[in-house]
């Protein structure tokens, strides 16, 4: 007995930026590959976001092998406490590369608390200060740490001249205000597809169209259909949906102004 086919990847209308995988995680697929396949069903450009010290030349590394493809550098708060004064040098170097588009990703997360909160705490105003320093946005991550996270964005978002994203926005809507009153973007993904995430869906429902970036957060969290399989940035397309359904507008405008978005935070500068 056969389960019904699950739904093929519909191909919309006009191009679609990938913002926020981890390409350097796939265990099924190697990542060039995901990538031509992200490609052929209308993905146009893909960010893969640096996590931890071992990993930034990695995703340099592959960025460097599709003009398509670009990267970001930063130390995420799970991994925070290996960062030293060394890593901070590094990333100060190597954001000076035309493929790097941003600084990240990088945060707070007092859920899983992997690593101290005041180490995570110098770790992200590490960061931010190389961020305006180098007049590049930055990509955020931020789970049960609201307080905090408005705290830091009051005290540094005036300074930055590129803002950001919260990426995989679930945290409360205070947070959502205070960023999108600070000029960021909140980065939806697979998240709003589930049935037990409403408050996600709430979340999008009150953020402004031009204010949305579209994610998959791959390999992780994958949207329905296709539940259970490993994430790609190739099923983009049914967050794309999802995203239009929920803020009642069509599909292709959804695609138009979520593309705007993306272009205007990372790529103003690099084509
Ligand atoms: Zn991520």
Partial sequence: MSK???R????LGSPIIETHCHLDHLQENDPLTTLKEAFNVG??????????PDNLDVVLDLANQDKNLFCTQ???????????????????NQLKESKVVAVGEIGLDYYYNKTPREKQIDVF?????????????????SRDAEDDTIEILNQYAPRMKKKGVIHSFTSELRLAECAISHGFYLGYNGIITFKNAQNVRD?????????????????YLTPIPYRGKENAPKYLPFILEKIAEIKNVSVDEALKVTYQNAH???FRLTN
């Fill in 4 to 6: 019904k086919p699950k």
């Fill in 8 to 11: 093929e990847i519909p191909i």
């Fill in 43 to 52: 993905i146009e450009k893909v960010v893969t976001i640096a996590t931890n």
């Fill in 74 to 92: 930063g130390i995420h708060p799970h991994n925070a406490k290996d960062c030293t004064v060394d890593t901070i040098l590094k990333i100060d």
């Fill in 125 to 141: 105003k590490e960061h931010l200060e190389l961020a305006i320093k180098h007049e590049l946005p930055v990509v955020i991550h």
């Fill in 203 to 219: 979340a999008l429902a009150i953020t402004p169209l031009n204010r949305i970036l579209t994610e998959t957060d791959s390999p």
């Fill in 264 to 266: 205007d935070l990372f």
